[in-house]
């Protein structure tokens, strides 16, 4: 059956970088868009960055663009979200989706697998 396990998540000071995790199994990994999302306590889940199949095309959210970059092994089925200069309101749970021909949009509702989250805590 598909599986996206997400790792990765910390406690991190203000200003600190991690690196996101996300394995995945059970499909064809190379023909489905990747997503990173996340959500923060009593806020909606939101997108934060798309990549494409092949890894040739991303998309990010205003908030992290410039700070956050996704990219992809697929020899590995591995999708990886590379957070620098973190700041506190980055503190959510973030989760690894996958999609098929989404157009790397970052509406929740375009991508049917979704992993169960890692915590990213961004506080000093």
């Known amino acids: 059956q598909v599986q996206l396990v997400e790792s990765g998540g910390d406690s991190v000071q203000p200003g600190g970088s991690l690196r996101l995790s996300c394995a995945a199994s059970?499909?064809?990994?190379?023909?489905?868009?990747m997503a990173w999302f996340r959500q923060a306590p009593e806020k909606e889940r939101e997108g934060v960055a798309a990549?494409?199949?092949?890894?040739?095309?991303?998309n990010y959210a205003d908030s992290v663009k410039g700070r956050f970059t996704i990219s992809r092994d697929n020899a590995k089925n591995t999708v990886y979200l590379h957070m620098n200069s973190l700041k506190p309101e980055d503190n959510a749970m973030y989760y690894c989706?996958?999609?098929?021909?989404?157009?790397?949009?970052?509406?929740?509702?375009?991508?049917?697998?979704w992993g169960q989250g890692t915590q990213v805590t961004v506080s000093s």
């Open positions: 059970g499909f064809s990994f190379g023909n489905y868009d």
């Open positions: 990549i494409s199949g092949a890894g040739l095309g991303t």
């Open positions: 989706a996958a999609g098929f021909r989404t157009r790397i949009t970052l509406y929740r509702g375009a991508y049917a697998y």
